[in-house]
């Protein structure tokens, strides 16, 4: 018999406004719409969904938050970095991870991360 596996985990974060919320994640970060629902949006990017859900309480986007860990962060954060007229900063932290963060118009904390190579 075959052991049950985890094949995928998509992170859902709340937002406040759909609007606002689908042109940030098109325009600013490259994301493709995939489905449209009237409590829900559906994004892939980069080949991985990424899943939007109406809130009306603004509490919730704003203690909520998704690690990405990518590969030549340097260039991604200089891609970001362009588009949000450098208001983004980059770190080595203590715990071996090279990272910036994006704030999306709800206040979902994105956290963008990579492996510090030694």
Same mark, same amino acid.
């Given at each position: 018999?075959?052991?049950?596996?985890?094949?995928? @985990? @998509?992170? $859902?974060?709340?937002?406040?406004?759909?609007?606002?919320?689908?042109?940030?994640? &098109?325009?600013?970060?490259?994301?493709?719409?995939?489905?449209?629902?009237?409590?829900?949006?559906?994004?892939?990017?980069?080949?991985?969904?990424?899943?939007?859900?109406?809130?009306?309480?603004?509490? &919730?986007?704003?203690?909520?938050?998704?690690? @990405?860990?990518?590969?030549? @962060?340097?260039?991604?954060?200089?891609?970001? $970095?362009?588009?949000?007229?450098?208001?983004?900063? &980059?770190?080595?932290?203590?715990?071996?991870?090279?990272?910036?963060?994006?704030?999306?118009?709800?206040?979902?904390?994105?956290?963008?991360?990579?492996?510090?190579?030694?």
């Amino acid at each position: 018999m075959e052991k049950p596996k985890i094949k995928n @985990i @998509i992170a $859902q974060l709340p937002v406040l406004d759909f609007t606002k919320s689908k042109q940030f994640y &098109i325009e600013t970060l490259g994301c493709t719409l995939m489905g449209e629902y009237d409590d829900l949006l559906i994004f892939l990017w980069d080949g991985l969904e990424i899943h939007l859900w109406k809130c009306n309480d603004k509490t &919730i986007p704003e203690n909520s938050s998704c690690y @990405i860990r990518v590969n030549t @962060i340097d260039l991604l954060f200089e891609h970001y $970095q362009k588009k949000l007229y450098g208001k983004i900063k &980059i770190s080595d932290r203590p715990w071996g991870m090279r990272e910036f963060y994006i704030t999306d118009p709800s206040g979902n904390l994105l956290k963008f991360g990579e492996k510090i190579k030694v």
